[in-house]
């Protein structure tokens, strides 16, 4: 799996993580989200390749929150 580099956040232990919606993101700033802790793997081109852990889920077409 790979996202956007600005889908990636640090969390307060400094661990790398990124947000997935899991509701309708037109719902705005009612929209449901969770954190996923992930490893990051290679980068290139914009994209960094992930990897969830500690029991977090990604599935492939997942919406994921990225920063501007």
């Known amino acids: 799996l790979y996202v956007p580099v600005c889908a990636l956040t640090a969390g307060p232990g400094g661990e790398a993580r990124i ?40 599935n492939v077409g997942d919406l994921v929150v990225v920063g501007k």
């Open 19 to 58: 947000e997935v919606v899991e509701g309708d993101p037109h719902d705005g700033v009612k929209a449901l989200t969770r954190m996923v802790v992930v490893d990051t793997g290679l980068a290139a081109d914009g994209y960094v390749e992930i990897t969830p852990v500690g029991g977090g889920v990604v």
